[in-house]
């Protein structure tokens, strides 16, 4: 939570240079405590998801009426199969340049690629989307925070899920993204000699602040202390949030808040002729020659700027600009759907609430409803006692001693009855509930991969497809949120490729050959003697968007299905072709090697010596049939003619097949050597 950020000696809340004030920080935290409450409600939900659906009043109001509990969780396995619908469509990033071709965008765009990738898959950034995904689906709300990685020894990027309960933003901006939002806050409970390791230079005030400002550095003492710390302990008691909010001394925590927040600003901006917009610096002398000759023009406009400030309660511990080179925050949301009135978020559970529940209620009176009776009976007609009557009334062996006395009076009643009428229609109403949350959620049984109501192939398949499109709006809001992780992680990538010159391997496989791009190389223009950067990707403006093409294993298996039938339908000379194309869709074992040797066969062989290799396979055709000119030979040895007409015969039919596929195999593996390679 408090990476990127360099230790600095800051004054305790000094509010100059437009750095969050304690007061501003504290209006947030009021703000904070007056949004609409939705997170209990949430905390509830996943606990349904969990399968903690009986808390302990209900258990104890069974226990009390002997009814047993029971749970049937019908919620969890319906947001399972959402996430994973998640996994079996989930897309790869592609960057495309989104400016001049000419500049060398294709280049550029393919480098940062093949980086983008593989910090995909080394930040974890598809685990954190999918577990930022889960809390989507189920309360409406997920996050994924994109930063720098502290540790020196793991990758330099990370994306990680951040719990719901840890974040906290303006409302008042509904848009996607966040993009207008003042503020956002992330505060968790750490350990204070975590923070002391990331703030060394407020040793002293972090101590303090534990030790409730009592021993013998106590600032009521004339001069027992600095300025700076009495100014904080003055802070601290007369800030008006509660000190349990952010101190716990028992256990030696603390709780640590990360605000982010914009400060908007006037600035002077100028539009460059390759579409580019930057802020004009009066310092460069190529920006006032390019206003002075009339190139661009001048225009004011109001920009947000980020910020970051760290706070231990009343107390800052630091605060700069953003150590990031993109104006957003670090942390990204993903929406599932909101409130229209309230803006709150929430999910699909939110409607399945009450059917869980009645699923629930239905299973255990239905199982008490089988297992209880009920008597009718006149006072005095036992002749033991109402409890142990009770006990013995419901058991399937019961021993009932009557009073013979008492029966034999006039009016005298004792009856025992089960009322399975009721325990059929509460059967009923079991039923329903658990179709009405395949309703609730939109989600079908075979979307489940449970037998549904579906008749056929065709039937089902359209169900899916229903289903399907019933996620459509909750997977088109995901897609937005993992295409701003994969922007924001892109930032972070220029960022520190700006200016020096790299040159970027892009590994190919056996298809294409390793294909190298430089980037940044400097030049010299040989008309204007002007230097620049060759593929400067700091001029290239470049977008992310999400691939087509899914890349999970399933998908390719049907590309293959559909590969092989192609292939079947094709003539011998487009087959020599598609071939090397087919076998890349195979995952079998050696597979790269296996296209190396096609690509390589016969590739330096001579018309002659592909003659030899046919003459070696007639010879070894005509060898293999040795043994059956032997076995007639007794019989056509007096008969040379004959013998020489069969030995013909037999060398036609034998050797017919066995030429033609040993020629086939030489054409095709010379077709294929002189193919060229595949960029």
């Known amino acids: 939570m408090i990476n990127s950020i360099s230790p600095e000696t800051k004054t305790l809340n000094d509010t100059k240079g437009g750095e969050l004030s304690l007061t501003e920080f504290t209006n947030i935290f009021k703000e904070i405590q007056n949004q609409p409450a939705w997170r209990s409600r949430a905390?509830?939900?996943?606990?349904?998801?969990?399968?903690?659906?009986?808390?302990?009043?209900?258990?104890?109001?069974?226990?009390?009426?002997?009814?047993?509990?029971?749970?049937?969780?019908?919620?969890g396995p319906a947001i399972e199969a959402v996430t994973g619908f998640e996994a079996k469509t989930r897309t790869d990033w592609r960057i495309t340049p989104d400016g001049d071709e000419k500049q060398g965008g294709d280049d550029v765009a393919a480098a940062l690629n093949f980086k983008l990738n593989q910090a995909e898959r080394k930040s974890g950034a598809d685990r954190a989307c999918s577990d930022a995904f889960l809390p989507q689906a189920a309360v409406g709300i997920g996050w994924v925070e994109v930063s720098r990685e502290s540790d020196p020894f793991k990758f330099p990027y990370r994306c990680t899920a951040v719990h719901r309960n840890e974040i906290w933003w303006d409302m008042l901006d509904r848009e996607p993204g966040l993009p207008k939002a003042r503020w956002l806050t992330r505060s968790r409970w750490v350990d204070s000699s975590q923070v002391k390791l990331k703030f060394p230079q407020h040793l002293d005030l972090i101590d303090r602040a534990l030790g409730r400002w009592r021993g013998e550095y106590e600032p009521t003492i004339d001069g027992g202390t600095t300025t700076g710390l009495r100014n904080a302990w003055e802070a601290e008691t007369g800030w008006?949030?509660?000190?349990?909010?952010?101190?716990?001394?028992?256990?030696?925590?603390?709780?640590?808040?990360?605000?982010?927040?914009?400060?908007?600003?006037?600035?002077?901006?100028?539009?460059?002729?390759?579409?580019?917009?930057?802020?004009?610096?009066?310092?460069?002398?190529?920006?006032?020659?390019?206003?002075?000759?009339?190139?661009?023009?001048?225009?004011?406009?109001?920009?947000?700027?980020?910020?970051?400030?760290?706070?231990?309660?009343?107390?800052?511990?630091?605060?700069?600009?953003?150590?990031?080179?993109?104006?957003?925050?670090?942390?990204?949301?993903?929406?599932?759907?909101?409130?229209?009135?309230?803006?709150v978020p929430y999910g699909r559970v939110k409607g399945m609430i009450y059917l869980q529940d009645a699923v629930n209620s239905s299973i255990s009176k239905i199982r008490w409803g089988l297992s209880a009776t009920r008597t009718i009976r006149t006072k005095g007609a036992v002749a033991v006692s109402d409890e142990i009557f009770r006990q013995q009334a419901s058991r399937?062996?019961?021993?009932?001693?009557?009073?013979?006395?008492?029966?034999?009076?006039?009016?005298?009643?004792?009856?025992?009855?089960?009322?399975?009428?009721?325990?059929?229609?509460?059967?009923?109403?079991?039923?329903?509930?658990?179709?009405?949350?395949?309703?609730?959620?939109?989600?079908?049984?075979?979307?489940?991969?449970?037998?549904?109501?579906?008749?056929?192939?065709?039937?089902?398949?359209?169900?899916?497809?229903?289903?399907?499109?019933a996620l459509s709006t909750l997977m088109d809001n995901f897609k937005f949120g993992r295409t701003k992780v994969g922007e924001l992680l892109l930032s972070l990538i220029i960022e520190d490729m700006i200016g020096e010159e790299q040159t970027v391997v892009i590994k190919g496989n056996a298809l294409r050959p390793d294909r190298e791009v430089r980037l940044n190389v400097p030049m010299?223009?040989?008309?204007?003697?002007?230097?620049?950067?060759?593929?400067?990707?700091?001029?290239?403006?470049?977008?992310?968007?999400?691939?087509?093409?899914?890349?999970?294993?399933?998908?390719?298996?049907?590309?293959?299905?559909?590969?092989?039938?192609?292939?079947?339908?094709?003539?011998?000379?487009?087959?020599?072709?598609?071939?090397?194309?087919?076998?890349?869709?195979?995952?079998?074992?050696?597979?790269?090697?296996?296209?190396?040797?096609?690509?390589?066969?016969?590739?330096?062989?001579?018309?002659?010596?592909?003659?030899?290799?046919?003459?070696?396979?007639?010879?070894?055709?005509?060898?293999?049939?040795?043994?059956?000119l032997r076995s007639r030979e007794l019989d056509l040895k007096y008969n040379p003619e004959k013998l020489m007409a069969e030995i013909h015969k037999m060398t036609s039919e034998t050797v017919k097949n066995g030429v033609q596929s040993a020629f086939s195999a030489m054409q095709a593996g010379q077709t294929i050597a002189q193919m060229p390679m595949i960029a």
Not at 539 to 566: C, G, H, W, Y
Not at 617 to 627: C, F, G, K, N, P
């Open 43 to 75: 905390d509830r939900e996943m606990d349904y998801v969990d399968g903690n659906q009986l808390d302990s009043d209900i258990l104890q109001k069974q226990q009390a009426l002997g009814i047993p509990p029971a749970i049937e969780p019908l919620v």
């Open 240 to 343: 008006s949030i509660e000190e349990q909010e952010w101190l716990n001394t028992e256990t030696n925590r603390v709780r640590l808040f990360e605000v982010w927040y914009r400060r908007w600003e006037s600035v002077t901006v100028i539009k460059l002729p390759d579409g580019r917009i930057v802020e004009y610096n009066a310092k460069l002398a190529t920006h006032v020659i390019a206003v002075a000759q009339g190139y661009v023009k001048p225009q004011k406009a109001v920009v947000a700027r980020m910020y970051v400030s760290f706070w231990l309660g009343p107390h800052k511990l630091y605060d700069g600009p953003t150590p990031y080179r993109h104006s957003d925050f670090p942390y990204v949301q993903f929406v599932g759907s909101r409130e229209d009135r309230t803006g």
């Open 396 to 469: 399937v062996d019961a021993d009932i001693i009557l009073s013979q006395e008492h029966m034999a009076k006039a009016g005298s009643v004792f009856k025992v009855e089960r009322d399975f009428q009721l325990t059929e229609q509460q059967y009923k109403m079991l039923n329903d509930s658990r179709a009405g949350i395949d309703r609730a959620s939109g989600i079908s049984a075979g979307f489940k991969g449970q037998q549904g109501s579906a008749t056929s192939g065709v039937q089902e398949s359209t169900q899916i497809e229903q289903a399907t499109q």
């Open 524 to 628: 010299t223009d040989p008309q204007t003697g002007q230097k620049y950067l060759d593929n400067d990707i700091e001029r290239i403006r470049l977008k992310v968007a999400m691939n087509d093409v899914p890349s999970t294993p399933s998908f390719r298996t049907q590309q293959l299905a559909a590969m092989s039938e192609a292939f079947k339908s094709m003539p011998q000379e487009y087959q020599v072709v598609a071939l090397p194309h087919l076998l890349s869709l195979m995952d079998v074992p050696n597979r790269d090697e296996l296209l190396e040797d096609i690509k390589n066969a016969n590739q330096n062989a001579t018309p002659e010596q592909i003659q030899a290799r046919i003459d070696e396979a007639v010879q070894l055709a005509l060898e293999r049939s040795d043994h059956a």
